[in-house]
């Protein structure tokens, strides 16, 4: 069965430092989708990408946040300069359509130190 | 603002019937979905309403009232696997495939 994957699974960092958390989504999906969930809170949307643009992005997806689509098959995220409070599970998710289910990857534990 | 609410844990025993419900106040609604996510993975997706009433899917059920703002998670002949966290998300109108969460509910099922 196809899947969203991720890597990678975790990711330890210095504060200050540049991360670039990786994915691969489902191959036919169009839409593709970055959530994030600190520990113990629920999860949260960050980022919306369509066509190669983004469609949607919320409060927390500041300046520090950029996301790419460098080639066919990869969707990345990158996070310019680490705080400690990056420090959660970032999930990757990709749907058919804007309207349809979305599937997570297994997702990238990211601790900032 | 956006609001979903869902009770925080819920207990129940294997073979049983248990029903987590959600409410939601948002300013648009475009669909609800609920995923299962164990303790550390990734949600996984259960179901999806997008008009009043029943939808059932073998164990799993989920029940939409726009009119409400409610709906909940059925689930029949528990197994101790269903142990999880059951999360209800609601797609906001217009929303390029965007889901708000709710905080969850820790369901622990116990022989």
């Known amino acids: 069965e196809p899947e969203v994957t991720q890597t990678p699974s975790h990711q330890v960092t210095q504060m200050g430092q540049e991360v670039i958390l990786r994915c691969v989504p489902i191959s036919n999906h169009l839409y593709f989708y970055w959530y994030r969930q600190i520990l113990g809170q629920k999860v949260e949307f960050l980022v919306s990408f369509y066509n190669n643009e983004i469609s949607e992005k919320s409060e927390i997806f500041d300046d520090q946040f950029s996301v790419e689509r460098p080639d066919g098959s990869n969707f990345t995220l990158k996070i310019r300069s680490t705080k400690l409070e990056d420090s959660a599970m970032y999930f990757c998710?990709?749907?058919?359509?804007?309207?349809?289910?979305?599937?997570f990857g297994q997702g990238t534990r990211l601790t900032v130190v | 603002g956006q609001n979903i609410d869902q009770p925080t844990e819920m207990t129940a025993t294997e073979g049983a019937i248990v029903q987590i419900n959600c409410t939601y106040q948002?300013?648009?609604?475009?669909?609800l979905f609920w995923y299962q996510q164990h303790a550390g993975e990734a949600p996984t997706f259960l179901s999806y309403?997008?008009?009043?009433g029943l939808e059932e899917k073998g164990r799993f059920s989920s029940f939409l009232s726009r009119s409400k703002g409610y709906s909940y998670l059925l689930l029949k002949e528990l197994q101790m696997k269903d142990s999880a966290s059951y999360l209800c998300a609601v797609r906001d109108r217009g929303s390029q495939g965007n889901l708000i969460f709710g905080k969850g509910t820790k369901l622990s099922v116990k022989p």
């Open positions: 998710a990709s749907s058919v359509w804007g309207n349809t289910e979305a599937f």
């Open positions: 948002t300013s648009g609604f475009n669909g």
């Open positions: 309403n997008v008009l009043d």
